[in-house]
């Protein structure tokens, strides 16, 4: 079971990530290449601007990719890149956000979010996925836990999830 301020943690992290996506200090990528992982209002909840010709351009770095799935659309975010984006919106917002990034990672292992790996040494919270042309440790997020607001947290309006945002859900 998540203690509440584990959760509480994971949440306020999640809601930063998703607020530098949307205020386009940051962007996550199609896992099969560096493109927006689809067009519209999907690419935009991923930090991605509409040129004037109908194109996508990637805003702020990449702090992971979009990888649709059988088991649900997951998020692969890149866990340094993913930190330093919240820790920046955080301080843009004069929100707190006093995590180091060891306990972060201990928070989000311990939501019970992630896919981990399962090796002879135990769980690891990251793993090896091969995205962006490379193999990189990421954290397996389902999609809608990072990109679909939460009432519940404060967060705005329930928006559906990435599938929604596709005109398919």
Known sequence: PVTAPVADQVSS???????????????LAAAAGNGPPAGGDAAAACGWNTTPGGGSESSGPCIGTVQPGRRGDRVYLFPLAAYEAARSMAAALAAPFTLAFPQLTAAVRDSGLLQPEDTAQGQRPTVLRCVCGGRFRVWDLPADAVLTSSTSAGDGPETGGIAHLRGTG
């Open 13 to 27: 992290f999640l809601y930063l990530v998703r607020t530098a996506l949307r205020c386009l200090d940051a962007h």
